[in-house]
Structure formats: C-alpha cells, structure tokens
C-alpha cells in the first residue's frame, strides 16, 4: 500500500513541477553565472565555451534550453560519464534575485585511456582492428588515437590520430592524421599497393542543409609492388599524390542499413596535384543517391544511382589506384568483385567513368520477420551499370608508356562518347537480407540479363556482406 502511495505522490511532484516550469517559462531570466564543479582535467574555460549562448537568453525557458544544449554537445564530446545541471538563485548579494540565476554543473569525467578491439564490415571486406585513445589530453577534449587493423583486402592499416573540436562543439572537428596502409589486390588487378601518408581534416555539421561537410588534404606516397601482370607493369613504382578532396553528405533515412523511409545523397569533389608537387594531377567526382519508400504495409522501395568522372589534368594516364572499381555484391550485383569495366585479360584496370543504378523491393517473411522479431527480409533486385576508359585512349592503358599522345579528344567528350556506346550489363535476381547489428548480409541468386564486354559474371548464388549497397 505505500508503494502506491509513493508512486501517486511521486507522480502528483511532477506534475506540479510541471506547472511551475511551464508557468516561469514566459518570465523573464538572464544567466548570472555558471560554475563547473568536478572537473579535474578539463578546463573550466573549455565548458563555458559551450554554454555561452545561455548567457544571451532573456527568458527562462531560452535559458534552460541552451543551458540543455550546451550540456547535450559537451555529452557528445565523450570525456563525461555523468552530467548534471542545477538552477539556483545567485549567491551574489549584487544580483537581481527576480531575473538573474546561477547555472552548476556538477560532472564526472571519463577515464583518460580507453582500449578497444573489435570487427569491422565495409566495403565488400572484413578486419580485426585494435585502437588506444587518450581522451581529453590538454582539457579541451582533444583525443589521440593510435589504431591498427588487419583484413581480408587491406592487409594491414595503422593510423595515428590527433582531433580536436572547434568552439567547443561536437559540430565541427579537426584532425590531424598518420597513415600506413597495405592492400591487397592480387585477386582483382594482380598487384599490392602500400600507401603512407599525412593528412589534416576539418569536419562541419550543416544545419541548413541537412547534412556534414568534409574538407580534407593529403599527401600520399604510393608503390606498387609484387606486379604479377603486364596491365599493371606500367603502373609500378612509386607515385606522390598532393590532394585536396571536399565530400558533403546528407543521410535523413530511417535506418542506414536498411532503409524504409528517406533520401542519402553524397557529393565528392577530389583535385590531386595543384601546384608544381607530386606526380599526380587530376580532378575525381563522384555522385551517389538513393531514396527509399514504403509502399503499402508490407514492401519498401529503394532506388540508388550512382555516377564517377576522373578526369586527368595533362597527358599521362591515370593511375588504377586512382581509377572507379566498380562491380560486385555491394555494387553492381551478379557481377564478381570489381569485375565491371575495362580489364587486361582477368585484370580490372578500374574506369575514368561509369554509371550504375539499382531497384530493390523488401518485403517481410511471413511467421519469422514479424512474429519471430527476426530481421530477416525477402529480396527482389535489378542493377545495371558500365564503366569505361576514355575512348582512344584505353588502347593504352595496357602499353608500358605513361603518356599518350596530345592530339586525342578531351577526356569529358570522350568519357560521355564511351559510356554512350557502350552497353551496360543488367542483372536481377531475388534473395534474403538479414539486419546485423554492425551490417547487412545478403545472399542473392543473380541472373544476368546483359552483359557487358569484358565484364566477369558471377551467376548463380552470391553473398554480400557489408553497409552501403546499390
């Protein structure tokens, strides 16, 4: 019987502070002052920072609104456990005791070092990373991160990170990068490629529209190395690329992994070699859109298109690390992995340009997607999709000359003469998608419609692991 009493007066206590929230809300109030009380390794400075706009609110609820704000980006931070926030009147006898109020923040900062191991599924692969960050390093919850990780196509990776947010916010990020990488591509274009580098990145959140800007610049020097083929002969050695590279993304589905509702678009603009360093110059561009409806209570549509143009400043080819691969089970379904576009023999030499576009419908497994809970869908699909060399000038990407000769067409003109002439492959098929935690898995049975020349078909059953399908 108390238990009852005590959950109806608890009850009763809310809805009375309620009343007086929703009352104070219109009257007039301005921040006094704001006091950070347990933090020991961060700087006082840094945490008022983030509150600042509560000291331009003149009104009670506006006050505890970016009060609230300020709290939920510090939050986001990651160098709190626990947060809390206490209105009280000013202790200082000068104060307006009417309007004026002192904001405390009582907090718990997270440990420094935090140790993680885990998987990862991306990009038709899997990996075994490890990571180690010091958090909050110079009290204004800077991070260091030192990161390693082992896959099935990126042989070994490390990277060292420094980041930074700007103005206190979540926002806006800044980094600073080191990185070591070995890929594997012996299956695909008979050769391995090690990239080290330096970088710096600066990361914004657009509110306007909807989305997050990335502008980042690299200097890369690249090798290709254990060349098992003539298509890749002319491309061994080393390569020193001075990009500068700025991708916005705009990601407003319901789920990330397997959307019912919603659009994602994402822009990419790369220009390699401005200036006089390095030995790659071009300009790289890449487009991708999708949208997804629900149509009736039982299927989701989705849509995604896709299109890329490298476009080469001067007279040498482009190199295949630089080049689109396309095909495969999270690209252009039915075909083997990077089995799209222009090859040497069963070597992928990668596309300057190509478009790719897919359908697919889910519908629900009756007695197991909804009676079950289990995430598992039925699956319809149809993808198309080609990529091309420049037209002329594919005759030599296999030559050991890194040049061509200057009287060809522009390479836009060409592009769009190629992609035009050539065909694309078309391929459909039906399946099962299950919902990981961490990623999608499919397993399809692909039919080719048509078939591009050149083109390396995986018919029959096939198995896509990963986040971003077409």
Not at 2 to 8: H, K, M, T, Y
Not at 45 to 70: D, W
Not at 110 to 139: A, D, H, P, Q
Not at 319 to 347: A, C, E, K, V, Y
Request: proline share 4%; with cysteine; hydrophobic share 40%.
């Amino acid at each position: 019987m108390e238990q009852g009493v005590d959950a109806q007066e608890y009850e009763r206590q809310q809805v009375r502070l309620l009343d007086m929230l929703s009352n104070a809300a219109p009257t007039s109030a301005h921040v006094h002052s704001i006091t950070v009380k347990g933090a020991q390794r961060t700087r006082d400075s840094f945490v008022l920072a983030a509150l600042a706009p509560a000291f331009k609110a003149r009104t009670f609820a506006s006050v505890l609104n970016r009060v609230q704000e300020g709290a939920q980006n510090l939050t986001r931070l990651d160098i709190f456990d626990q947060l809390e926030i206490t209105v009280d009147t000013p202790q200082d006898p000068f104060a307006d005791r009417n309007e004026a109020v002192d904001i405390i923040l009582n907090v718990k900062e997270k440990s420094r070092l935090c140790i993680k191991t885990g998987t990862e599924v991306g990009n038709g692969e899997g990996n075994m990373n490890g990571s180690i960050t010091l958090r909050n390093i110079f009290g204004g919850a800077e991070s260091l991160q030192a990161m390693a990780s082992f896959g099935t196509r990126t042989s070994s990776a490390f990277s060292l990170l420094l980041a930074t947010p700007l103005k206190s916010s979540p926002d806006h990020m800044f980094d600073f990068n080191a990185h070591s990488v070995v890929r594997n591509n012996m299956a695909t274009s008979s050769h391995e490629e090690v990239a080290r580098g330096l970088g710096i990145r600066l990361r914004s959140v657009d509110r306007a529209l909807n989305g997050i800007h990335e502008l980042s610049a690299d200097s890369t020097w690249r090798c290709m190395d254990r060349i098992a083929d003539a298509a890749s002969l002319r491309q061994a050695g080393h390569s020193l690329k001075h990009s500068i590279t700025h991708t916005f993304i705009r990601d407003l589905r319901n789920d990330p992994l397997l959307p019912t509702k919603g659009h994602y678009l994402r822009i990419a603009n790369e220009f390699a070699g401005l200036g006089v360093v390095g030995d790659v110059h071009h300009w790289k561009t890449e487009v991708e859109a999708s949208h997804s409806t629900e149509v009736g209570e039982q299927l989701a549509l989705s849509t995604t298109f896709r299109v890329g143009l490298l476009y080469p400043f001067g007279e040498k080819l482009t190199l295949t690390t630089d080049r689109f691969q396309i095909g495969g089970p999270l690209s252009i379904r039915g075909l083997q992995t990077n089995g799209g576009g222009p090859r040497d023999s069963t070597d992928a030499l990668g596309a300057e340009g190509y478009w790719s576009g897919g359908i697919s419908v889910f519908a629900p497994i009756p007695k197991v997607t909804r009676e079950k809970g289990w995430p598992v869908f039925l699956h319809g699909w149809l993808n198309a999709g080609t990529g091309v060399l420049s037209a002329d000038r594919a005759k030599f990407s296999t030559e050991s000359a890194t040049d061509v000769p200057s009287n060809l067409p522009s390479i836009p003109a060409s592009i769009i003469q190629s992609l035009t002439n050539t065909s694309p492959t078309v391929t459909a098929g039906l399946g099962l998608v299950y919902r990981h935690q961490i990623a999608r898995i499919e397993l399809n049975f692909c039919l080719p419609l048509q078939i591009s020349r050149g083109d390396l078909v995986k018919c029959g059953w096939q198995l896509g692991l990963g986040m971003n399908f077409l």
